[in-house]
C-alpha cells in the first residue's frame, strides 16, 4: 500500500458534514474551473501582466508582444469575455485595463508561488 492510500474504515463525520457546509455550489465550482481556464494561455498572461502595468490599446500590445493586431485582439475578446480586462474609447482609439484589483493580485500571487520555488 502507498503512503497516500487511506486504508481507515472510519469516515470523519465531523469534518466532511464541515466543509460540505461551506462548499461553493456545482455551477460555482465549474464557473471557477473556466476562470481558470483563461489563465492557461500564456499569450493572454503576457497580455495581463502588460495591462497590469499601463492601460494599453491594441496597436501597443502587438508591439510590445511581437504579435499580429488580430492575434491580441482574439485574445482580449477571450479576457474581455472572461471579465478579466475592461476598455474604454478615446476618440477612435481604444484602451484595455485589467478588470480589477483582484486580477492584479490573482497575477501577482501567481508569479510569487511560482518564484517560491
Known amino acids: 500500500m502507498k503512503e497516500t492510500d487511506c486504508d481507515c474504515e472510519v469516515i470523519h463525520k465531523e469534518v466532511v458534514e464541515a466543509v460540505s457546509k461551506i462548499m461553493p455550489q456545482e455551477d460555482e465550482l465549474y464557473d471557477l474551473s473556466d476562470f481558470f481556464k483563461v489563465f492557461g494561455d500564456s499569450t493572454r498572461i503576457k497580455i495581463m501582466w502588460a495591462l497590469d502595468e499601463s ?7 502587438a508591439v510590445l508582444l511581437n504579435m499580429t493586431k ?12 472572461a471579465n478579466l480586462v475592461k476598455y474604454r474609447k478615446e476618440g477612435k482609439v481604444v484602451f484595455y485595463s485589467l478588470q480589477d484589483d483582484h486580477v492584479k493580485e490573482i497575477l501577482e ?9
Open 70 to 81: 488580430s492575434a491580441i485582439s482574439h485574445q482580449l475578446k477571450s479576457l474581455r469575455a
Open 55 to 61: 492601460e494599453m490599446c491594441v496597436c501597443d500590445l
Open 109 to 117: 500571487k501567481g508569479l510569487e508561488h511560482i518564484r517560491e520555488k
